[in-house]
């Protein structure tokens, strides 16, 4: 059975960080491309960051860029979103997802919220 469980999601002051993980199993981890979504109601899904199979390639949305920084540990199915300097802008659930031609899972994602 195909799991993504996401956590490290909570309330944070402006200027905060969090660390979001997610915790994947029942598929080839270390095959799949993650990404980290994020979404606010009324808004379309918004990707995030992206990382490449063994971790050379990564690439974020220009709103985070310098702020985010994604990573993964493929001994351990884990895929971590490292959030620094947060804004109310930020707050959305974020979601992980694991993409390979054919295929992409989804958590069911973690509330953020960056407000005083």
């Known amino acids: 059975q195909v799991q993504l469980v996401e956590s490290g999601g909570g309330l944070v002051q402006p200027g905060g960080s969090l660390r979001l993980s997610c915790a994947a199993s029942?598929?080839?981890?270390?095959?799949?491309?993650m990404r980290w979504y994020r979404q606010v109601p009324g808004k379309e899904r918004e990707l995030v960051a992206s990382?490449?199979?063994?971790?050379?390639?990564?690439n974020y949305a220009d709103s985070v860029k310098g702020r985010f920084t994604i990573s993964r540990d493929n001994a351990k199915n884990t895929v971590y979103l490292q959030m620094n300097s947060l804004k109310p802008e930020d707050t959305a659930v974020y979601y992980c997802?694991?993409?390979?031609?054919?295929?992409?899972?989804w958590g069911q994602g973690t509330q953020v919220t960056v407000s005083s």
């Open positions: 990382i490449g199979t063994a971790g050379g390639f990564t």
């Open positions: 029942g598929f080839t981890f270390s095959v799949y491309y």
């Open positions: 997802n694991a993409h390979l031609v054919g295929n992409s899972y």
